[in-house]
């Protein structure tokens, strides 16, 4: 009985180690995965970036489309902060052109080198392979980008995704949240 009782309670102890070994390994797959990236906190986003990102290249990039935005990044700002000042100015055009303000969206935005390289973050989430410009995950609540196929079309069509997702109490069927992000990126320099 005493033997029994024994080996019971060393089965529950591995039973134990076993799934607690295994929840700390869970890897969270929102997170780089490795630490090779920078990151700037705006005052809607944390963007994520690498090191040797072409950060001019970037805030070029999301200028091709002129918009009226009340004012422009003070000249002195870092180019860290102007990219980070022009990302905030899309996400108010993105919202203002839907109307839809949600509260405490605090989306995550990571800009991969190039397309490669987001495709391989595609797989390491999805364990599919596909080629994609940019995507949005509701689940992680991040956009991800990459520098070579980087506008502000496609960052605009990603964070319409961001702000319809929390907007309705139910978020609306794929092809609904296709056509309102499409929506986004053909209005954005509508005049108003
Ligand atoms: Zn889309």
Redesign the pocket.
């Known amino acids: 009985m005493k033997n029994l009782l024994k080996v019971s309670l060393l089965a529950l102890l591995a039973i134990n180690i076993f799934s607690s070994r295994f929840s700390f390994t869970e890897e969270d797959l929102s997170l780089p995965s490795d630490n090779k990236w920078e990151n700037i906190h705006s005052d809607y986003f944390i963007i994520y970036y690498r090191p040797d990102a072409g950060l001019k290249r970037i805030e070029k990039r999301l200028e091709i489309r002129r918009f009226f935005t009340e004012s422009d990044p003070d000249p002195l700002f870092s180019l860290q902060k102007r990219v980070a000042y022009r990302m905030d100015a899309l996400y108010g055009r993105v919202r203002e052109i839907l109307q839809m303000y949600p509260k405490d969206v605090n989306a995550k935005i990571r800009i991969f080198k190039n397309r490669k390289e987001l495709d391989k973050e595609y797989y390491r989430i999805f364990r599919e392979k596909k080629s994609l410009k940019s995507f949005y995950i509701y689940r992680f609540n991040t956009i991800y980008l990459n520098e070579e196929d980087i506008s502000d079309s496609v960052v605009a069509?990603e964070m319409g995704?961001a702000v319809v997702d929390h907007y309705f109490a139910v978020r609306p069927s794929e092809k609904i949240r296709?056509i309102l992000?499409q929506y986004v990126d053909i209005h954005l320099d509508d005049e108003f």
Do not use: D, M, N, T
Request: aromatic letters at 0%.
């Open positions: 069509h995704h296709e992000s």
